[in-house]
C-alpha cells in the first residue's frame, strides 16, 4: 500500500512539474487571446481567439509576441513574422466565410462573393492576404501582376464587371 501511494505522489510530482514548465507559455497564450477578443475591429470567437494564441505563441519569436501581448495594432516589422501571425489566424477561422463576409459587406452580392471565393481557393486567398501585408519592396512584381490579372479575370466569370 506504502509503495502505491509512494508511486502516485511520484507521478503527480512529474505531471505537476510537467505542466508547471508550460506556464508562461500558457500564460503568454491567454495574454494574446485576451488582446484578440478585446478587438472589436477583427472579431473572433473565444475558440478561434484562443486557437490563434496558441499557434502564435507555438511559431512566432518572442520578440513578436511581446510586441502582439503590448498591442494587438502593432505592427510586426519581420514580414517572415507577419506571414507567420497570419497563418497562424488563418489556422483557426473559416477563412472563405470570413472572405464571403468581408466581400458582401464591400457590396458584393452573396452569389459573387461565394463565386469570387470558391474561384480563388483558400490556398490563393491565403496568398493573397499575405502578399497584401508585405511591404511593397518585399512583394514579387511578377506575382503580384498574376494575382491581379487573375482576379480580374475571376471578377469577370463572377459577374462583376
Known amino acids: ?27 503568454r497564450a491567454a495574454a494574446i487571446a485576451d488582446v484578440i477578443k478585446d478587438d472589436n475591429e477583427f472579431p473572433l470567437t473565444d475558440d478561434e481567439a484562443e486557437c490563434t494564441a496558441n499557434n502564435m505563441v507555438d511559431s512566432l519569436d518572442s520578440e513578436t509576441i511581446d510586441a502582439i501581448i503590448a498591442d494587438v495594432d502593432a ?11 497570419m497563418n ?26 461565394r463565386c469570387i471565393v470558391e474561384a480563388f481557393g483558400e490556398d490563393d486567398i491565403r496568398s493573397l492576404v499575405e502578399m497584401s501585408a508585405l511591404p511593397d519592396d518585399q512583394v514579387d512584381d511578377a506575382a503580384a501582376m498574376a494575382v491581379v490579372g487573375e482576379m480580374m479575370e475571376i471578377a469577370g466569370e463572377c459577374g462583376l464587371g
Open 1 to 27: 500500500m506504502k509503495r502505491t501511494h509512494l508511486l502516485a505522489v511520484f507521478v503527480v510530482v512529474l505531471v505537476a512539474a510537467a505542466c508547471g514548465s508550460d506556464r508562461t507559455t500558457d500564460e
Open 75 to 85: 505592427d510586426i516589422e519581420d514580414s517572415e513574422q507577419t506571414v507567420i501571425a
Open 88 to 113: 497562424a489566424l488563418f489556422d483557426c477561422i473559416d477563412l472563405e466565410a470570413l472572405m464571403i463576409e468581408q466581400l458582401t459587406e464591400d457590396g458584393t452580392s452573396e452569389d459573387e462573393a
